[in-house]
C-alpha cells in the first residue's frame, strides 16, 4: 500500500484502503518515517496529508499501536512518539462525533444540509455530479472531505484502543509514557463514565498491593517501586486532573461519588507509605538518587489528592480527610527541616559560592512542591469547607503554619536562592508555601464558623508582636473586614481578610 496522494496528485482519499490491517503496518511506518524528514520539505508534507487522511481509515488506531508496542530496536523513538500524537489527533477529531456512526448520518452536518451548505458555498448542485468530469470540482471535493470528518471512530475500535491504551504501562520511554497517559485521559473524559464505568477499578487493578494492604505492613523501605506502579500512578494523575475540570452538573456529581471512594485508596495504598518511606530517608540524612524519585512519586501523589479533596471536602469521609491532614501535618516538619537542611550553608550568604549539584537541586524543588501542594489542600479545604476540619486539627496546623511562617528570616534571599538551583521555579515554590500558610491563618481568624462553639479556641492566641508583624508583612493579603467586630476588638487584632491560596498547579 502506498500512502494516499494529495488531492492536487489523483484527488482527494482516491488510494485509501476500506480498512488498515497487519499487512499496512510497514507501509504506514515508513509514512511516519517520512512526516519526520525535514530535508525534505515535499514529501513531508504529503505524508502529513497522508497521515491526516489515515484519520478516517477503521483500524488507524490499531494499526498505531502495533507500532507504538514494537521493540524499541526496531522503531525510531520519533517515530512512535509522532505514532502517540496520531492517536491524539483521531481522539480529538474523531472520537466523540457520532454524525455518521453505522451509516446513519445526521442532518445537522450530513445528508441534505450539508449538501445545501455545500451549494451555498460553492454554488451548482451541492455535490450531487453524475458525470465523472465533474467529480474533483470543487464542492464535490468538499462534500467528500466533510463527510469523512463526520466520520467516528467504531465501537470496536474504542475497545480495542482503550484495551491499549489502560494495559500498556510498562513504557520504558519517559516522554512516550507522559504522552500516552494525555491521551488516555482525554478518553476517559469523554468516555467515563458511560462508555467505561469500571476504569478506575481496571486501573487500580493493575497496582501490585491493590487490596491486599501489604504495601503499607512491608518494612523494606528500601523496596522501590517498578515500572508498572510508577506508569499507574502518573495516569491515575492525569485522569482525576482532566476529569476534574468538567464543568457540567452531572460530571460534577460524578466526579463526587467516584472521589468519595477513590480518595481513602490513593491515601491509604499509594500515597501515605511512600510518604513514610521518604520520610524515613530523610530523616537518615540520605538524599540520594533514590530518594529523589520517590520524592517525584510522593509529589505526583499529593497533586491527585489535592484534585480529589479540594473542591469535594464536604463529599468525603471525615475519618479519612482527617487521617490525611494528620499525616500530611506529620510529614510537614521532616520536609521543611531537609529543605532547611539543604540550603543552611546559604542561609547567610549574600552570593553563592557554589551550586547545588543538580540532584540535590532536583530533590528540593521536589521538596519544595509537594510542602506547596499539601499546604494548598490544608488552606483550600479550610476555606471552601470549613466545618470539614475539626478543632484539633485547625488548632495543629495553625500553629505549625504560624511558626513556620515567622521564620522566613533563615531562608536564603531570593538572588541567592535563585542561583543555588538548576530551576529558578523552587523561589515560587518555597513563596507560595508560605502564602499559603499566610491564608490558612487569615482564613482561621476571619471565618465566622470559627468565632463561637467548638472552635472559639482559635481566637484564643493571644495578638503577639510576630503575629502583629506578620499581618503587616502582608497588608496586600488582608482587605475584609472581620464579620464579628466585637471579637476583633477584644482580641486585638487588626483589621483582616479571607486571602486566598496559591493554586498547586
Not at 512542591?369 to 470549613?386: D, G, M
Amino acid at each position: 500500500m502506498q500512502p494516499p496522494q494529495s488531492s492536487a496528485d489523483t484527488g482527494p482519499h482516491t488510494n485509501l484502503p476500506c480498512n488498515l490491517g497487519p499487512e499496512h503496518v510497514p507501509d504506514l511506518y515508513r509514512t511516519l518515517l517520512s512526516a519526520l524528514d525535514t530535508a525534505n520539505s515535499t514529501a513531508r508534507e504529503k505524508a502529513e496529508g497522508a497521515l491526516r487522511r489515515f484519520e478516517t481509515v477503521p483500524c488507524f488506531l490499531d494499526a498505531l499501536a502495533v507500532i507504538i508496542q514494537a521493540p524499541e530496536a526496531d522503531i525510531r523513538r520519533e517515530a512512535r512518539l509522532l505514532a502517540v500524537l496520531c492517536i491524539n489527533n483521531v481522539v480529538r477529531r474523531h472520537w466523540r462525533n457520532n454524525n455518521t456512526r453505522n451509516g446513519s448520518q445526521n442532518p445537522r452536518v450530513g445528508g441534505t444540509r450539508l449538501e445545501t451548505h455545500v451549494q451555498e458555498r460553492f454554488g451548482g448542485s451541492g455535490g450531487r455530479e453524475t458525470n465523472n468530469s465533474t467529480s474533483h470540482s470543487p464542492h464535490a471535493v468538499y462534500l467528500r472531505e466533510q463527510q469523512l470528518e463526520a466520520r467516528t471512530v467504531s465501537d470496536e475500535e474504542k475497545k480495542r484502543t482503550r484495551t491499549f491504551l489502560i494495559y500498556h504501562m510498562c513504557e520504558r520511554d519517559d516522554v512516550v509514557a507522559k504522552n500516552l497517559a494525555h491521551v488516555l485521559a482525554k478518553v476517559v473524559r469523554a468516555d467515563w463514565p458511560r462508555q467505561w464505568p469500571d476504569f478506575f477499578q481496571q486501573l487500580l487493578s493493575l497496582h501490585p498491593f491493590h487490596g491486599s494492604g501489604a504495601i503499607s505492613k512491608n518494612n523494606n523501605f528500601h523496596q522501590q517501586d517498578d515500572l508498572q506502579t510508577l506508569r499507574v500512578i502518573q495516569t491515575l494523575y492525569r485522569v482525576i486532573k482532566e476529569l476534574a475540570g468538567k464543568g457540567l452538573l452531572a460530571d460534577k456529581a460524578a466526579f463526587q461519588s467516584m472521589a468519595r471512594s477513590l480518595f481513602p485508596v490513593v491515601h491509604r495504598e499509594l500515597w501515605l507509605p511512600r510518604l513514610h518511606r521518604l520520610v524515613a530517608f530523610l530523616e537518615q540524612g540520605d538524599y540520594g538518587e533514590h530518594v529523589l524519585r520517590r520524592a517525584r512519586v510522593v509529589k505526583t501523589l499529593s497533586k491527585t489528592l489535592c484534585y480529589l479533596s479540594v473542591q469535594h471536602a464536604g463529599v468525603l469521609e471525615r475519618d479519612s480527610l482527617e487521617s490525611f491532614f494528620f499525616h500530611a501535618y506529620s510529614a510537614f516538619g521532616p520536609l521543611l527541616t531537609a529543605e532547611k537542611g539543604l540550603l543552611a550553608p546559604f542561609a547567610t550568604a549574600s552570593s553563592p559560592a557554589a551550586t547545588l549539584p543538580a540532584p540535590l537541586s532536583d530533590l528540593l524543588i521536589a521538596l519544595a512542591k509537594i510542602t506547596k501542594n499539601l499546604s494548598y489542600t490544608v488552606s483550600e479545604t479550610q476555606q471552601r469547607s470549613p466545618s470539614s476540619l475539626s478543632s484539633a486539627t485547625l488548632s495543629l496546623f495553625l500553629h505549625l503554619f504560624f511558626e513556620h511562617v515567622c521564620s522566613t528570616a533563615s531562608c536564603p534571599s531570593e538572588p541567592v536562592l535563585a542561583a543555588l538551583v538548576w530551576d529558578p521555579g523552587l523561589e515560587s515554590c518555597s513563596r507560595k508555601f508560605y502564602l499559603n500558610a499566610c491564608a490558612f491563618l487569615g482564613n482561621c481568624l476571619s471565618c465566622p464558623d470559627y468565632q463561637s462553639g467548638e472552635h472559639h479556641v482559635m481566637l484564643s492566641l493571644p495578638p503577639t508582636k510576630d503575629l502583629m508583624d506578620l499581618f503587616r508583612t502582608f497588608p496586600f493579603l488582608f482587605s475584609i473586614q472581620l464579620v464579628v467586630p466585637r471579637t476583633k476588638e477584644a482580641c486585638g487584632w487588626p483589621p483582616i481578610s479571607s486571602p486566598r491560596s496559591v493554586s498547586c498547579s
